[in-house]
């Protein structure tokens, strides 16, 4: 079983699971803020669960939709980050939550 770890906290889950799914079913979340209650809840639309990824299992290719979202400001193809709605867990990951709305302000 791969291991999600955020916030300090390691998260066991099934092979393929929904990073999203796997977070908030933790009591953990993606998002920042409002933005908790004013998300797309998990369409790729709103940008708002964007996280970076470390690790071997960080998620493989960016799916359409994140391609899609992540090209429009205040993100940028080129930070790294992906929408934890769209990654699938197959193997131990970290994940970083960064400030702003959209968790944007990557250093």
């Given at each position: 079983m791969?291991?999600?770890t955020f916030?300090?906290?390691d998260?066991?889950?099934?092979?393929?699971?929904?990073l999203?799914?796997?977070l908030?079913e933790?009591?953990?979340t993606?998002?920042?803020?409002?933005s908790?209650h004013?998300?797309?809840?998990g369409?790729?639309?709103?940008?708002t669960c964007?996280?970076?990824?470390a690790?071997?299992?960080?998620?493989?290719?960016?799916?359409v939709?994140?391609?899609r979202?992540?090209?429009?400001p205040p993100?940028?193809?080129?930070?790294g980050?992906?929408?934890?709605?769209?990654v699938?867990?197959?193997?131990?990951i970290?994940?970083?939550?960064?400030?702003?709305?959209?968790?944007q302000?990557?250093?």
């Open positions: 791969p291991t999600v916030d300090g906290t998260l066991e889950c099934e092979s393929g699971a929904n999203r799914t796997v908030l933790a009591g953990k993606p998002h920042n803020g409002l908790q004013a998300n797309c809840r369409l790729s639309t709103c940008g964007a996280v970076e990824i690790g071997e299992g960080a998620g493989g290719d960016l799916t939709g994140e391609r979202r992540l090209s429009i993100h940028d193809l080129e930070s980050l992906r929408l934890a709605c769209q699938r867990v197959e193997d131990d970290t994940v970083e939550k960064h400030d702003g709305f959209w968790g302000h990557v250093e």
